[in-house]
Nanobody, 116 residues
Framework: QVQLVESGGGLVQAGGSLRLSCVAS????????MGWYRQAPGKQREWVAS???????NYADSVKGRFTISRDNAKNTVYLQMNSLKPEDTAVYLC??????????WGQGTQVTVSS
């Protein structure tokens, strides 16, 4: 059974930091692309960051310089370190697994709330 389970969300003051984790099971992890997405109330889901199996990263312009995505293939885990958080970062954050020839998988999400 495939599962992606996010954790690490919470309530933080503007300017603070959080580290999100996503632990995957039941999938091929070492060569897949893992990504973080977010969805705020009243908005469509947007891509935040991605990391390939080899460690290459890409970021949305809105989070460049503040967020860092990384992965630990031995632990089947992808992380999102979020620094200098802003109220507009408030959203449900979800992780996603992509692998050529295999369907995508999504986690259920973890809530991040940034107060002013």
């Amino acid at each position: 059974q495939v599962q992606l389970v996010e954790s690490g969300g919470g309530l933080v003051q503007a300017g603070g930091s959080l580290r999100l984790s996503c632990v995957a099971s039941g999938i091929i992890f070492g060569i897949n692309v893992m990504g973080w997405y977010r969805q705020a109330p009243g908005k469509q889901r947007e891509w935040v960051a991605s990391v390939t199996g080899g460690g290459s990263t890409n970021y949305a312009d809105s989070v460049k310089g503040r967020f860092t995505i990384s992965r630990d293939n031995a632990k089947n885990t992808v992380y999102l370190q979020m620094n200098s958080l802003k109220p507009e970062d408030t959203a449900v954050y979800l992780c996603r697994s992509q692998l050529r020839g295999v369907r995508d998988y999504w986690g259920q999400g973890t809530q991040v709330t940034v107060s002013s």
